[in-house]
């Protein structure tokens, strides 16, 4: 099992939890996912832990977690073991 964990940092809670509507089945729905666990950890501040089956679907989360990076969503992802 492998992990991606991503610390996010948001200025609109209302619409950070609009988005993890959305954002929740398409992480379920992707190769390798085995688990998911979205945790606030202030009104401003999340993380989130992703445990999937290889290294290499933690690899391929991480690189989508990156582009969701530059458009501004997080403030940076941590894939590991």
């Given amino acids: 099992m492998h992990a991606v964990i991503i610390d996010v940092t948001f200025i609109d809670a209302e619409a950070a939890r609009?988005?993890?509507?959305q954002l929740v089945p398409q992480v379920a729905s992707a190769p390798g996912f085995v688990?998911?666990?979205?945790?606030?950890?202030s009104p401003e501040k999340g993380t989130s832990?992703?445990?999937?089956?290889?290294?290499?679907?933690?690899?391929?989360l991480a690189q989508l977690a990156k582009q969701a990076t530059r458009r501004g969503r997080h403030d940076g992802q941590h894939p590991g073991r």
């Fill in 49 to 60: 832990v992703v445990v999937v089956d290889s290294e290499q679907s933690a690899q391929a």
């Fill in 18 to 21: 609009a988005e993890l509507d």
């Fill in 35 to 41: 688990a998911g666990y979205w945790i606030a950890l």
